[in-house]
């Protein structure tokens, strides 16, 4: 076992610290054992354990102090993380758990740190299983990588290769103790009903499922690094002409699946949520193929995909904007306007716009574009519609920008003009 897990740790980068994350249950205890024993033959970063207290389980407590007794014996520092797990609106309490602990373990990480969790090669193989039933494509039956970039450094998951059996004789041999979670029993979540009821079944007619389904899964991990190799490629072929867009005559010159796989790896590359297979069918039927002068728009939770000319622009969701906001700006501090996270500052009011804040004698006012407005540009008097056209600013970008006037004439457009 300490020989496997050996050979596991042995391409993980160099680090500060490791960090163990440590639920109290036999799988994470394994790892926290094993570790400490590898660390007195070997040499390996210091060790250092986190345990989250999710408040959401009456057993939380107990858990804390078995894991606190666990590292006290075993000499190894720990930290404990409350969060409150409470599931927002339409959350499932295991993704509510799941992102609220590795936000909390993320906070106490420092840079290049690595959390290394006791994923095993059940645990991969039920994710494989669970993407399946999703429906999901290649990066999502790539299940769980070994390693990954995380919070400020590295997550990594050294006995994903290990059979759980493997675990279990360890723990007895060792003589362990360990906590049960009783939630895994509820079978209404889908992941206790896949592990207690039907993967059973399926293991009685192929004994080794679990190293088949995680072989897939290694083999999906593969060709999704192709597609996202591929998508790197035909994106640097497709760039738009604002940095982060994409052309749209250049996508529509693609081959379907390569399309979608380009717009997926664009989407990844910005942090973006994925669309289904529906709504990216919609990108493609209603934005890409839109005409020119349209301003089509097509939405899913967290993210939008809008078009300007030949651009496509890719967007976390615009909060509304109310067009009767008035603000009054005495320049002698900067203005700070949370509703459209932007602040404007009196030096770039002088720099960039040549208004001397010394000479005003009334606050300026600022506002939002209400149609109509004409500005003194390059010595002229121009409508500001045709400014921003002429500058290629996208119409959902021109009514969230403030606009600053001296007295009654415009001055500056914040940021553009
Ligand atoms: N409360 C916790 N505090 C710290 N680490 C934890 C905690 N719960 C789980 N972990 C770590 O995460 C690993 C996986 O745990 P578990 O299978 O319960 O997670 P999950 O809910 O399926 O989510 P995911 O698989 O995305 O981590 C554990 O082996 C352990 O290393």
């Not at 596991?8 to 400490?36: Q, Y």
């Not at 193929?289 to 967290?302: H, I, L, N, Q, Y």
């Not at 993210?303 to 969701?317: K, S």
Request: hydrophobic fraction near 45%; include cysteine.
């Amino acid at each position: 076992m300490l020989d496997t897990l050996a050979a596991a740790l042995e391409p993980l980068p160099p680090a500060p610290r490791w960090l163990i994350g440590l639920s109290g249950g036999l799988d994470s205890h394994v790892l926290l054992h094993s570790l400490h024993a590898l660390s007195k033959i070997r040499t390996l970063p210091p060790l250092a354990a986190v345990h989250v207290h999710h408040g959401l389980n009456p057993q939380a407590d107990h858990w804390q102090a078995h894991c606190i007794s666990l590292c006290h014996d075993l000499d190894i520092p720990l930290t404990v993380q409350a969060v409150d797990a409470r599931p927002a609106t339409g959350e499932s309490p295991e993704a509510a758990a799941r992102s609220a602990r590795y936000r909390a373990i993320a906070h106490v990480m420092q840079s290049g740190e690595i959390l290394l969790t006791a994923h095993h090669r059940r645990d991969q193989a039920e994710t494989l299983l669970l993407q399946l039933l999703r429906g999901a494509g290649p990066a999502g039956l790539a299940a769980m990588p070994r390693l990954k970039p995380f919070g400020p450094g590295w997550q990594a998951r050294p006995v994903l290769d290990l059979d759980r059996d493997r675990l279990v004789a360890y723990a007895q041999e060792a003589a362990l103790r360990w906590v049960e979670d009783d939630s895994n029993a509820d079978l209404r979540f889908d992941r206790n009903g896949l592990r207690q009821v039907i993967m059973p079944q399926l293991r009685q007619r192929w004994p080794s499922l679990d190293a088949t389904v995680s072989r897939a899964a290694l083999l999906q991990a593969e060709a999704q690094d192709l597609l996202a190799e591929r998508a790197r490629e035909d994106l640097e072929l497709v760039r738009g002409s604002v940095p982060g867009t994409l052309s749209v005559a250049g996508l529509t010159r693609l081959r379907r699946p390569r399309l979608r796989n380009a717009l997926r790896g664009w989407l990844q590359d910005k942090g973006l949520p994925m669309p289904g297979r529906v709504r990216l069918e919609s990108v493609i039927e209603q934005v890409l193929k839109a005409g020119p002068d349209a301003s089509p728009r097509v939405a899913w939770a967290g993210a939008e995909v809008r078009r300007y000319r030949d651009d496509l622009y890719a967007l976390e969701p615009l909060v509304p904007v109310d067009r009767g906001w008035v603000w009054q700006w005495t320049p002698t501090a900067p203005l700070t306007l949370p509703e459209l996270g932007i602040t404007l500052d009196p030096a770039l009011l002088q720099s960039q716009w040549g208004v001397n804040p010394s000479t005003l004698t009334t606050p300026l006012r600022v506002c939002l574009r209400q149609g109509g407005e004409v500005m003194r540009w390059r010595g002229q008097t121009r409508l500001l519609k045709k400014l921003f056209q002429e500058a290629g600013i996208p119409p959902w970008i021109r009514d969230r920008l403030p606009l600053v006037y001296v007295d009654e004439q415009l001055v500056a457009v914040w940021g553009i003009l």
